[in-house]
């Protein structure tokens, strides 16, 4: 499986981003993909995920601002990230799991500064 991620940049604090990510490869094996991120100086942490039968879950700290969806492939996954805040400022990763492995993209920057 290969993951692409698109969608960073710089946003004003309050402000809104869409990140993207492409899945290709056997996607068929995918049973879970999540968005993880990772700031300059910290372990990378997971941010939200979404199973093959739709169950979602959030951090703590981006529950109301952040939404994880995807299409019925699994061949695309999203993060609509709204009301960003300076501390959300970190390369944010796509993992897609199977039964055998965990796969990442090459990640993409979000920094979120005035």
């Known amino acids: 499986v290969q993951l692409v991620e698109s969608g960073g940049g710089l946003v004003q604090p309050g402000g809104s981003l869409r990140l993207s990510c492409t899945a290709s490869?056997?996607?068929?094996?995918?049973?879970?993909m999540a968005w993880y991120r990772q700031a300059p100086g910290k372990e990378r942490e997971w941010v939200a995920g979404i199973t093959i039968g739709g169950r979602i879950n959030y951090a703590d700290g981006v529950k109301g601002r952040f939404t994880i969806s995807r299409d019925n492939a699994f061949s695309s996954l999203y993060l609509q990230m709204n009301s960003l805040k300076p501390d959300d400022t970190a390369v944010y990763y796509c993992n897609a799991a199977t039964a055998r492995a965990s796969y990442w993209g090459q990640g993409t920057q979000v920094t979120v500064s005035s």
């Open positions: 490869g056997h996607i068929f094996a995918i049973n879970g």
